[in-house]
């Protein structure tokens, strides 16, 4: 016979709270939150709305060009991170690296504020297991728009990090510390932004340390949105190349202009191992623009192009449809 649970709703609260600043708090079990049922979870959430309403505080704070450039360049630098790092290096390995590189660039991407790279790089390699299928866990095809976009990054279910899924990667200690402590980069580059705010505005520029600072957080907000837009949207609206995916992933252009490449998302589930996400030179990724540069700097190395039985079978693919409306 089962002993009825007496935990009381603060004592999950508070959990919570603590996992704001440690992702690897669960003493619950991290088992236990992956059965949780498909639902936001109002505590998580919390950080979430917390972000969105600070962008009101730009009414007290006011516009510079200064705090609007730093805005628009923090959104494509941190854009770069998670489309060219966390997506095209811990997810798919598709080039290669450093250990101190490596270092170097999941530190940059957490500046992004989109959580550790080994819970970035688990996540989405479980998608690619799972995409459009029940089990995927931001499927707008199963799910809808809001779900996908941000309700499912709130549930308690998609919260924990499955180390055993990314042992290549959580061999390094390093990165399992950034990855359990993902808020640490963001609340010292906030301290950083705040204080180059206030020096610029000593120094008689015009703007200042809250200034600065609610424009980071704009670009902050802007960008989980911008990301956002791959999940919920790159699977409805778009067209195909490749029929053979399994799911409804999609190109898009104004998608790619978003997320520097990434929009040429049914490319990428068909062939997910290559550093391009662009398959041919007309479709602009300017991620990769820049792993090459790092290429020639000798950053990274072993980039990895897309085979020719894929082009094979996107012309196959196009000479069939012609066929049919022929």
Partial sequence: MSTPS???????????????FDADHIPEGAEALRNTPKRVDWPRSIPFIILHLLCFAVIWVGASPIAVWTAVGMYFFRMFAITGFLHRYFSHKTYSTSRAFQFVMAVWAALAVQRGALWWACTHRHHHKHSDEEDDKHSPVVDGFWWSHIGWIT??????????????????????????????????????????????????????????????IISTVVLFHGTGCINSLAHVFGTKRFNTTGDESRNSLILTLITLGEGWHNNHHRYQATTKQGFYWWEFDPTYYGLKIMSWMGLIWGLKGVPASIYEEAERTKAEASSSRA
């Fill in 6 to 20: 007496t935990e009381r709703p603060a004592d999950g609260f508070a959990r919570s709270l603590i996992r704001w």
């Fill in 155 to 216: 549930a308690k279910r998609n919260f924990p990090t499955d180390y055993s899924k990314i042992s290549d990667l959580a061999k390094y200690p390093e990165l399992v510390f950034l990855n359990r402590f993902d808020v640490l980069i963001p609340l010292l580059a906030g301290g950083l932004l705040y204080g180059i705010g206030a020096l610029l505005g000593a120094s008689g520029y015009d703007t200042n340390g809250p200034q600065l600072l609610v424009w980071g």
